[in-house]
């Protein structure tokens, strides 16, 4: 039986270098690479961010807390709430109190623009919960869902997993939601490694078909979709089997006595300006600085004053 394996090694003695934890010998089966959707994305962004995030221990200090995160938390969190309320009370009256009591403070720049957040995201609420049916229940919601691959033990938590009609008989649908101020379309929801192993493994764990991935959008009240095939499904988990064979190859290679620096390079670019770790890494020292809730000030300007 393969066993699991986290590719995140225990320090050995400081300095952040991995112990070459269970090193496998000849005829041993390989162990499980195990991974969520953010683990992978972390490393495909940047595989320094990934050492900072996942390997070096302590765990270089982090920037301060973003805004536009606690938006997407406070929203995040109220869906979930409204979908735990029985119902006949789904009702939009009960949005403010499910708000409020999920509302995370954090990264605003005053109470003035926190509230003015708190206001958009409860219209974004309103909106949203109008082209929901109540009575209708989301197979899971927040529901985390594993699979095993030849190389992968990966798991994640889904925001929501819809029961449908499909030509065929019942199909599940992912959908997962967004709160940034870019709108998205059949492209992202096609190109999303995340939902895409979300799909795979919602297939596996409740044996129905998953093809059909979804990102909705609340501010612009839009849902990009696409419908994958086995054969697009099974490129995603080609990918993210590659993406883990490189980590552990980059993790062996430091618990070795590697370069650390070398086997996690830097990838600067513009997610560098809103990297947690930009002030503990080199490449980060270049990137432009942005306010904490300078994101949010831009969810909150109409669109028409933006460049
Ligand atoms: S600042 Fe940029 S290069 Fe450095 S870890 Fe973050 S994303 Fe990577």
């Known amino acids: 039986m393969r066993r699991a394996y986290s590719a995140t090694p225990r320090p050995r003695g400081g300095a952040g270098r991995p112990e070459p934890e269970q090193l496998g010998f ?3 089966p390989e162990r499980l690479f195990v991974c969520t959707p953010s683990k992978l994305g972390s490393y495909e962004d940047c595989p320094r961010r990934y050492r900072y995030s996942y390997v070096d221990r302590p765990t ?3 920037g301060p807390p973003w805004a536009h995160n606690s938006l997407g938390a406070s929203v995040h969190t109220a869906l979930r709430n409204w979908f ?17 009591g999920t509302w995370v403070r954090e990264g605003y720049r005053d109470e003035a623009q ?29 529901r985390v869902v594993a699979v095993k691959t030849s190389v992968l033990a ?13 030509p065929d008989g019942p ?16 492209d992202d929801a096609r190109g999303s490694q995340a939902l ?11 044996r129905r078909p998953c093809r059909r991935v979804e990102l909705h959008h609340l501010p612009s009240g839009t849902v990009a979709a696409h419908e994958h095939t086995p054969e697009s499904l099974a490129r995603q988990v080609s990918r993210a089997e590659d993406t883990a064979r490189d980590i552990v190859a980059a993790e062996r290679a430091v618990a070795e006595g590697g370069d650390p620096d070398e086997a996690f390079p830097t990838t600067p670019g513009p997610i560098c300006t809103w990297c947690d770790f930009r002030r503990s890494c080199p490449a980060g020292a270049e990137a432009p600085t942005k306010d904490p809730w300078a994101a949010v000030d831009r969810v909150l300007t109409p669109a028409a004053g933006d460049a």
Not at 154 to 166: E, H, K, L, V
């Open 60 to 62: 270089p200090p982090k």
């Open 26 to 28: 000849e005829g041993m």
């Open 171 to 186: 199909e599940l649908a992912i959908v997962d939601y967004k709160t940034g101020r870019t709108g998205l379309d059949s």
């Open 196 to 206: 895409a192993l979300y799909a795979f493994a919602a297939e596996r764990v409740f």
């Open 154 to 166: 990966f798991n994640g938590r889904a925001d929501r997993i819809d029961s449908r009609s499909g």
């Open 114 to 142: 926190e509230r003015a957040a708190y206001r958009r995201a409860l219209e974004w609420l309103e909106s949203y919960v109008e082209t929901l049916d109540p009575a209708v229940e989301p197979l899971g919601v927040e």
């Open 84 to 100: 735990a309320l029985p119902a006949e009370r789904r009702l939009p009256e009960a949005l403010p109190t499910l708000l409020k």
